[in-house]
């Protein structure tokens, strides 16, 4: 109990599910579900994602492909089909993903566009590095969409796709998508300890059974070039990222202090310059997470989802099997993970509430700076930067006695 004692004012219901996420003994998610059917309020985008069943996430799938919605479409992939996404656009091979992709494309994807001025200065406070350069969500997405715009999607899904479940255990299920005038596609998902179903593989005559998630250098499914995908109406955002509105240092700001008022640290993640996410996920992949959060251990690491690697066999590594589980693979859900664990550890850098009141914001070109006045808590320096997309992104946060030289915030210097 102790645990929830220290959760953050109107977090309680929330740090519940937190504190099971991270302390549930193993296969305590084969339990059975409660008997109250009342839906718990999604604290992040991930987690409002139906995927409580096979038919559940297909229908999801289907509905944000057909929305051009790429960056939800890789949130429901399995770890493995992350993973193997992440590495043909890494490899410079993303005609695994996007059939026929060539020096055209390539050209004018924003996945492979590098700053002018080189990868190091690009790091610096001057010269903010590419949006999508540090989250594999962002990066899928700009990949696909460019897919979808030039043609090449490697197959289609409509309003018209009939979702079908063949067969399902505790673990697997296969799925066939029936679209007029296109390809059957199947499905094959996979149950994770979460109790999520995540989508494996895509494939369809003539692909390989080996790809993950699909086999783009098979070449388009039938119909994939025929029948043009629908444009998302003018005015919706097509994405998560779209609907954050960042339009304005003040709009940016009240964005963040809503997603870390009610510990939705997904979002706050997506609200990060491209350099504060970079020094963020540097810390976390060097495992000094004390940077990012006072106090925190190893110890508390351990107990955290983040530290539950998929066990491989050398086989398995020989095939290509994914080290990663459902939450350490993405940076924004580590990054949510981890403090979450800080949240229900009381081990947060800093306070932001619903009471919390942000000065309006000071621009100066493309960058601006406010301060957030919380009561009975340490007043916050947030500065920000202009991206050339004109989203206004969080690069630092500061206070009296914090480290000025870190991003995206640094503890006390005397801890």
Known sequence: MSLLRSCPAGLLALCTLAVSAWFAPAGATDAPAPTDTTPPVARTYYESLDMSSPEASATRFVQAWVAQDFMAVHLLLSPQGEWDASRAIDDYTPQRLVPGFDESDHKVSPVYQRPAQGAEASHDDAAPISEVDFDPTRRFDALMLGAAQRGKLPFVLTSETQVEVDKADGTQATVTL??????????????????????????????????????????????????????????????????????????????????????????????????????????????????????????????????????????????????????????????????????????????????????????????????????????????????????????????????????????????
Do not use: C
């Open 178 to 415: 029936k679209t007029p005038r296109a390809e059957t596609l199947t499905m094959s998902l996979l149950r994770q300890p979460s109790g999520r179903w995540k989508v494996d593989q895509v494939r369809w005559p003539g692909a390989s059974i080996a790809a993950h998630p699909w086999d783009g250098e098979s070449g388009q499914a039938q119909g994939a070039s025929s029948l043009k995908p629908a444009a998302a109406p003018a005015g919706t955002p097509r994405t998560f990222y779209d609907a954050l509105d960042m339009s304005s240092p003040d709009a940016t700001v009240q964005a963040f202090m809503h997603a870390w008022s009610r510990g939705d640290y997904f979002a706050t993640y997506h609200l990060l310059s491209p350099g504060a996410e970079w020094d963020a996920m540097a810390a976390i992949g060097a495992l000094r997470m004390e940077q990012l959060i006072p106090g925190f251990t190893l110890n508390d690491l351990d107990l955290s989802p983040l530290a539950k690697k998929t066990e491989r066999s050398r086989e398995d590594i020989a095939r290509g099997v994914a080290p990663t589980n459902e939450y350490n693979f993405d940076n924004a859900r580590q990054f949510d993970t981890l403090l979450v664990g800080a949240a229900v550890l009381k081990k947060l850098p800093f306070a932001i509430t619903a009471a919390t009141q942000a000065e309006p914001a000071k621009v100066d070109g493309n960058r601006a700076a406010t301060v957030l006045r919380t009561p009975n808590a340490p007043d916050l320096s947030v500065a920000l930067v202009k991206l050339p997309s004109d989203r206004w992104k969080v690069e630092r946060i500061r206070w009296e006695g914090s480290s000025p030289n870190i991003r995206p915030w640094g503890i006390s210097e005397t801890n």
